[in-house]
């Protein structure tokens, strides 16, 4: 499976990544919301969650003159499918791990 390299070059800048963690724990925000809570400027945040935005990461509603963000789910199941090649790969390296240090202690246990 190929990944979107747009929504790893998003997540990549800390302050976007926070933003991610703070929508995923709080649920839906306001710019403002998100720009008071991690201390950022309201126009540095703007510009963040344009970039999350673009990515697909986020959706952004307007309600009144408010701007309400939440995270859309899609981008992070592509994210969780593509990582799980990886953990298939690791598991079989960690089973293959387990057997040699099972060997050795086998070993080890009747010298």
Known sequence: MKMNTTTL???????RLHIIELIRDRGPLTIGDIANRLELNQ????????????????EVQPAANRRIIKLRTEP??????????????WDDRLDRLDEYLRDIQGRDSLE
């Open 76 to 89: 992070f199941q592509e994210l969780d499918h593509w990582l799980e090649s990886f953990r298939s790969m």
């Open 43 to 58: 126009p540095q945040t703007s510009k963040h969650v344009r970039v999350l935005h673009e990515a697909g990461l986020v």
């Open 9 to 15: 070059t998003a997540l990549a800048e800390p302050n």
